[in-house]
């Protein structure tokens, strides 16, 4: 998908970076159908991508993470960046990740960035090291 594009889903927003970053942004609290239209949009793109979620000052059930636990697909993503994420966002975050990768499917890079700027330079780092073999 070579152009940019934009989705708005309640109070959130996801806009598409070409040539493989979506980014999203949360405001508020999340439901499934949210989860849902994030993963139609994934799967729309068609292709492996970083995606870049800002969670601050937003929440999400564990119904949406037990969605996206099951509907997820690996082969969707470099990476996950996390931004703006609090000590309890993290750990949910981290739980959600811990899932993914006990399911013996998913062996997908994330981090946490504080910044934009901080993840893109993330973002930088491993296309860089994806590209060398070395992620």
Do not use: C
């Amino acid at each position: 998908m070579p152009e940019s594009r934009e989705w708005t889903f309640g109070t959130h927003r996801a806009w598409w970076e070409p040539p493989d970053i979506l980014w999203v942004k949360y405001s508020g609290p999340s439901t499934v159908e949210h989860t849902r239209n994030l993963v139609d949009i994934v799967r729309e793109l068609g292709q492996r991508i970083f995606i870049a979620v800002d969670v601050a000052g937003s929440s999400m059930a564990a119904e949406n993470r037990n969605y996206f636990t099951e509907q997820a697909r690996p082969e969707w993503f470099r990476a996950v960046i996390y931004l703006g994420a609090g000590p309890t966002q993290r750990a949910m975050a981290k739980g959600l990740m811990v899932r993914l990768l006990f399911t013996g499917k998913w062996n997908v890079h994330f981090e946490f960035a504080e910044t934009e700027a901080e993840a893109r330079d993330v973002i930088a780092r491993l296309r860089e090291q994806q590209s060398t073999g070395a992620a």
